[in-house]
Antibody
Framework: EVQLVESGGGLVQPGGSLRLSCAAS????????MNWVRQAPNKGLEWVAS????????YYVDSVKGRFTISRDNAMNSVYLQMSRLRVEDTAVYYC???????WGQGTLVTVSS | QSALTQPPSVSGALGQRVTISCTGS?????????GHWYQQFPGTSPKFIMY???NRPSGVPDRFSASKSGTSASLVITGLQAEDEADYYC???????????FGGGTRLTVL
């Protein structure tokens, strides 16, 4: 069974940093692109970042470029999202999602507030 | 503004058929990239109910179907049930963004 489990969310002040993790199981992790998607409170879904199977390519939505970094560790079957210079508008539930047949995790809440 | 356009809401009576449209462009759906559909209940994570060219994961009833034509995709639900009341999102890949794009979501109300 495919499972994606996010962790690392929490409350952080504007300008702060946070690192999200996603542990994957139930599939051959290094065969798939991995993604982060977020959903602000009572809003729709927004793709945040993607990383290629071998970690050689990363892509970001414009609003997080230069502030967020996606990475993966295929030995640990994990994908990460390092978030820095956080803004109030980054407040959202962050989901880890697999490429191909699109399995998603349950999400982790990031709240940016003073 | 979402890259994919969905109606904000649709409604239908129990047992009826509804269609949710998703309009994209030549850099996403129109370029031949797969479309996926998600169902989301309040307070829960989105769950994919259709993926690729109209594939249904196990557990999703065959009342749900999907199609694609040109730059648009559609989700069709027949024999509406009360438990179908939820938010529905379409998603594709966009070659200009090199990433995923979503529709703004459609709230389905079962009357």
């Amino acid at each position: 069974e495919v499972q994606l489990v996010e962790s690392g969310g929490g409350l952080v002040q504007p300008g702060g940093s946070l690192r999200l993790s996603c542990a994957a199981s139930g599939f051959t992790f290094n065969n798939y692109w991995m993604n982060w998607v977020r959903q602000a409170p009572n809003k729709g879904l927004e793709w945040v970042a993607s990383v290629k199977q071998d970690g050689s390519e990363m892509y970001y939505v414009d609003s997080v470029k230069g502030r967020f970094t996606i990475s993966r560790d295929n030995a640990m079957n994990s994908v990460y999202l390092q978030m820095s210079r956080l803004r109030v508008e980054d407040t959202a539930v962050y989901y880890c999602a697999r490429g191909g047949t699109p399995y998603w995790g349950q999400g982790t809440l990031v709240t940016v507030s003073s | 503004q979402s890259a994919l356009t969905q109606p904000p809401s649709v409604s239908g009576a129990l047992g009826q058929r509804v269609t949710i449209s998703c309009t994209g462009s030549s850099s996403n759906i129109g370029a031949g990239y797969d479309g996926h559909w998600y169902q989301q209940f309040p307070g829960t994570s989105p769950k994919f109910i259709m993926y690729g060219n109209g594939n249904r994961p196990s557990g999703v009833p065959d009342r749900f179907s999907a199609s694609k034509s040109g730059t648009s995709a559609s989700l069709v639900i027949t024999g509406l049930q009360a438990e179908d009341e939820a938010d529905y999102y379409c998603q594709s890949y966009d070659s200009k963004l090199s990433g995923w794009v979503f529709g703004g979501g459609t709230r389905l109300t079962v009357l």
